[in-house]
Each structure stands twice: as C-alpha cells, then as structure tokens.
C-alpha cells in the first residue's frame, strides 16, 4: 500500500474514531446534566475538532513511518542526518 494513502486512510479512521467517541461522551453528559451544552458553547469547536485532527494525523504518521522505516532501515540512517543537525 502508499505510504500516503495509508497515511490519509489512517487519519480519517482515527478522526472518525475520535469523534464517535467525542459525540457519545457530550450525549452521555448532557443526560445526566442539561447544562453541558451551555459549558461547550464557550469553546470554540473549530479548536476541539482541530487538536483531534492533530492527534489523529500525529498517531498515524508515527504508525505509518514506522511501518516505512522497518521496511526501508536506510532511510532511519538517512533521516536522522537531518535530525541531528
């Protein structure tokens, strides 16, 4: 498989993951209190959904890359040239 489409695939299955989980999480807080929904107001959703794209785009390069690096070990010697400069 491409190491970018795996990446993208990989970020979207995350993404989605995460706010599947994010959106049982606000149901299950909004039943037990009415009031959550006024608290989540105040946080611009734009930055929630923004670090959960980052989390999830952060969490599949490291499994991406890795995968890539175990396959191709010259490239790790090639890249930390960069690295340690």
Known sequence: MFFLLKLS???CLFYLGFTVL???AI???ARASGSFFYVLHRVPLG????VIW???FSLA???TYS???AK???LKNASSVFLNH
Not at 47 to 50: D, Q, T, V
Request: proline letters at 4%; charged letters at 10%; hydrophobic letters at 70%.
């Open 22 to 24: 994010m959106e049982a």
């Open 72 to 74: 191709f070990p010259e």
């Open 9 to 11: 695939v990989l970020t």
């Open 54 to 56: 980052l989390a999830s």
């Open 27 to 29: 149901f299950l807080a």
């Open 67 to 69: 995968h890539f690096v």
């Open 47 to 50: 930055f929630i959904f923004g």
């Open 61 to 63: 390069w490291h499994i």
